[in-house]
Each structure stands twice: as C-alpha cells, then as structure tokens.
Nanobody, 124 residues
C-alpha cells in the first residue's frame, strides 16, 4: 500500500497563485508517472495534469494549459503543481495520484494510489 500526501491547498483570490506539493512512498519514486486530478462540488473528478517518471513528457487538461505547470523532483520524491491566474472555476479538491507505470496518462485507470485530497478555494 503506497502512501500519498498532498500539501499546499488553501484560499486565494481570483488571479492569484498557489503551489501544491505531493509526496509518495512508491519505490523507486523515479520509476512511476504521477498525476493531478480535481473534483468540484457536484462534479465528477477530472484530469488536471500528468508527468512522466523522468519528468520529460507532460499532459495538461485544456482548461489549465498556460496557467498550471506540473513538475517533479525525483531527488526528494516530490511532485508539484504550480497554479497561476487562478479562477473561481478552479475551486475543487485536488488529488495526487501515482501511476501504474512510468508513462503519463489522462485516465484515472492508469493510477493505482491516491492521496486524501487538498482543498483549493478561489474567491471571486
């Protein structure tokens, strides 16, 4: 059982920025793709971003392209989501997920370990 923990959620005004962090006990950490998903009230969970095991290839949802940046630091087993120009529509619980392989993917089925979620609230 892999432990996954997200950090960095909070309340921010529209136009502001937040940076989320995620640590996971997957071993070795550098072997597995990582991803971010989010779920807003009354909505289904949706894909946000994913990153290859070596930090090369990345995928983004159209709704966040140009505003969010996913990255990872395999030297400290941490994955990040830098969120800029936040909008009210970004309000959601954000989840960190560990991939089943090193290949990034937009589908939840490609991930087998999930964090507890961290709340991001953007005020208008």
């Amino acid at each position: 059982q892999v432990q996954v923990v997200e950090f960095g959620g909070g309340l921010v005004q529209a136009g502001g920025s937040l940076r989320l962090s995620c640590t996971a006990s997957s071993y070795p950490f550098s072997k597995y793709a990582m991803g971010w998903f989010r779920q807003a009230p009354g909505k289904e969970r949706e894909f946000v971003a994913s990153i290859m095991s070596n930090g090369g290839l990345t995928y983004y949802a159209d709704s966040v392209k140009g505003r969010f940046t996913i990255s990872r630091d395999n030297s400290n087993n941490t994955m990040y989501l830098q969120m800029n120009s936040l909008e009210a529509e970004d309000t959601a619980v954000y989840y960190c997920a560990v991939g089943r392989s090193g290949w990034p993917d937009r589908s939840e089925i490609a991930y087998d370990s999930w964090g507890q979620g961290t709340q991001v609230t953007v005020s208008s």
